[in-house]
């Protein structure tokens, strides 16, 4: 019955998905609301619709349409960089010696260089279509503002990203990418808010954190007429959105007659993850089809290995709402030796919803037993994959060696969300054996978690 | 009869070229041959076998077989990353707001981000086949070091790289790329060869020269057993290899009944323009179809615009055969201020007969302009596009709104021959208004051509 199966599976752009799908209408136990920080009720559309525009609201608060329609506009960007592969890894396969066969969705041909695109342009079109004149965000690798800065010049809507201050000065390419695509880029925390100037008196010389540029940008967002805040992981819009890879994944496999036997996946606030499992996971709530779900995190930043799930706040500086996660408290921050992203304290609220009721395993992974897989996939596969990306390839190489020892012709699939052109730095290290591991003691952990607040 | 025409037309894999083409076996003048640089006979097998291996000295003198078998293993290797796609720049277009019709070839989808690839696994595979342990080569922008670094790791090859020593410090990430593939970089001049030597004892603290980095990749590719060396333009072999661009554009676009008016090729040494152009020229030569063929180059090094056809050293050097080719002769070295390759001071034998035959035509085009068509691809298109294939982006831009003005439905085909990823400090200078353009004056270009070699 089954075709010949190409080394990169292209699906026809009639049989590019028309809706996103929506996981949280097939789960059982809904992901718990986000709550006001102030008052611990569930945010309204009202309130969520002062920091984000509205449809994206709503599509924060929808836990029941399994689909939602993709704007033509949408689709048309879409087409402009997708269908992205599913590609056989014969050459990983043979490396390996193993019969176990190995798949990738590969996210990472275009030019913001990840997944993160797929819910830029999304974010973008609903602000544009509101008829305001920018949004604001924050970026720590820089992937997001990318695809961001990417998304708005297309829509001739304005750009402003708080880039975490050690990433401003480190990445200056990463910066130069943005400003090419007319995004207004501002080293973080800076003189330009009020928390800024705080932090900035405070911590004279700081280079910066995620939640710092976090606040910046809210408190743009919602001081300045016509804007508003995005975000490119954790919340379930971005899910959503994201589910895109899922279903092109599913259909591309649906065609061929390919059955994943586990999916895998790299996690921090849990944008890839969620997306690429969605539509599997919807067959496996409806009771259609099973597979096994792995999520990969770092050992530097485990939340959903070591996390507590728990009410939290998504940003350091506590100024967003509280969301129910897998988290290792918002003042945890990842050692500074850790490359690449993936060091968000938290976890998506469907993800960690699915984790919790026992749908999805998760794993965390050392980066130098990382960056090994990595150089072996780059080197047999051809791509240069991101650090975050590795942390899938690590665990997917790990389950074909077990095949290997059983003889079990498993069939694994795996998220590649994007390429590591930015991350050479990380990869030197590796190259010069000077890149070490780190694992946060129980400790650590324990007093970051300490900070949670208590919600009744 | 024409099909509505997708975003990006990808080819079957069964409809992938099994065969390159060799334009030169349609040209009724070919080129003139390379010549042995201390007796200007024209070299025989024998000779060229102890530079390159012996089956792809074959293909550098093969004038004659119009198809020659693309072998299995490299088949294979591109199914890793081909068929690139044909993009229809719909978005472009409507920016324009021009009725031509703008298509464009992209080979950038590839971890070394450009078409060298396509040449690289090719000489690395026939060097493996030969049963060498290793080959040489040198590189200037990087482009070509990454991919020739690529297709080594494939296929378990020793590769080492000389490196112009300002883009060895410059691009370390380039560098660092090569190095995850496994190759040996070295900044050229460098002390492991006698020429290096030589240099650096003449020219302390000299940051090197592309001519420098080929005669030290040729000495040790000549006294290394087991070695040889490797070029990734300019040759005819590489024509050759490149001609799978072309031959995957015609199909795509005698699948969807596209017929191009003018094909549009940014031109260095000749690698991509040369292979986009060769089976369209070659039903042009057989009187099948008629299409106009503009190679652009950047004015500050215009070897076809403003160079003489006459024979000429391959590299400053002088150690490598001569060539019959539109040159500014080797000793002449662009302005710093150009950003990006295309900096070789001649053109393939193959393209430099073709323009003087009158079959292509030539444009130089200045940087600053190439940057601001590069922006406004970018902004539109998604991709980020390298200095290099923006020229041909330049032209394509300035036809289309020729049409715009006469109303004319041309149909425009461009290489986009790779991203600019890691040429972000060109950018970063155009962004900051910080670029200038130079183009040579008469005297300067007068006095390199007088050091031309007398051939009889």
Known sequence: MSKEIPYKIYLEETEMPKQWYN?????????????????????????????????????????????????QEILDFYKMYRPSPLVRAYCLEKALGTPAKIY???????????????????????????????????TGAGQWGTALSMACAYLGLDCKVYMVKVS?????????????????????????????????????????????????????????????????????????????????????????????????????????????????MGRKLRGEADYEFIAVEPASCPSLTRGKYAYDFCDTGRVCPLAKMYTLGSGFIPSANHAGGLRYHGMSSVVSQLYDDGLITARSVEQTSVFKAAEQFARVEGILPAPESSHAIKVAIDEALKCKETGEEKTILFGLTGTGYFDMVAYQKYNDGEMSDYIPTDEEIAKSLAQLPVVE
Not at 170 to 189: C, H, I, L, N, W
């Open 23 to 71: 996981v949280r209408a097939d789960m059982k136990n809904k992901p718990a609301p986000l709550l006001n920080p102030a008052t611990h009720q569930p945010m309204t559309i009202d309130e969520l619709s002062t920091v984000f525009c509205r449809e994206l609201a709503e599509q924060e608060l929808n836990t029941t349409d399994p689909y939602i329609d993709i704007p």
């Open 168 to 280: 401003y000065e480190q990445k200056p390419f990463r910066r130069e990418v943005m400003r090419t695509y007319g995004a207004d880029v501002t080293p973080s925390p800076s003189n330009t808010t009020n928390i800024g100037r705080q932090i900035l008196e405070k911590f004279p010389g700081t280079t910066g954190s995620l939640g710092c540029a976090i606040s910046e940008a809210v408190e743009v967002a919602v001081g300045t007429e016509g804007y508003r805040y995005v975000l490119g992981s954790v919340l379930s819009q971005v899910l959503l959105h994201q589910s895109v890879i899922g279903l092109e994944a599913m259909a591309a496999c649906d065609k061929y007659d390919i059955k994943p036997d586990m999916i895998i996946g790299c996690a921090g606030g849990g944008s890839n993850l969620g997306g690429l499992i969605s539509p599997f």
């Open 104 to 138: 990738y969705k590969f996210e990472g041909n275009n030019t913001s260089g990840s997944h993160k695109l797929n819910s830029a342009i999304a974010q973008a079109y609903y602000a544009k279509k509101q008829g305001l004149k920018g949004v604001t965000t924050e």
